[in-house]
């Protein structure tokens, strides 16, 4: 059982507005999960607000009060998560293991026979 309300597409631009009105620094949010769903209309609701914070300073600490000032206000559960905790990654190999580059099938237009960027497919 959360102890938070569900929160709608009309609450999460309420937040966006409050938060950009309470915090007047540069800051990028990206929103992942459920969240990015209910701006497009995909879901109806989700049951807290995942976003990535990049913050281009050194905080003081003022984003983060004005962040709990808001779940509060607002009664929504809001956390901060990785892209990571979404996105399967690829494991990138080291140059050393990255397998040499044939130049003819290169030439050719062949992918097969060279690595691309050192990435595990």
Known sequence: ?????????????????RLSREYRRPARLLLVGGTSLLLDGTKRATKDIDIVVVLPQPEDGRF???????????????????????????????????PPVDRRRMARG?????????VDQ
Do not use: W
């Open 64 to 98: 983060n009060q004005v962040l709990q000032r808001l779940r509060h206000q607002m009664n929504i559960a809001i956390e901060e998560v990785s892209p990571a905790d979404f996105i399967p990654l690829p494991r990138l190999r080291t140059l050393h293991e990255t």
């Open 110 to 118: 062949s992918r097969q026979g060279f690595g691309i960027l050192g």
């Open 1 to 17: 059982m959360s102890f938070y309300d569900a929160v709608t597409a009309v609450q999460l631009k309420e937040f966006f507005t």
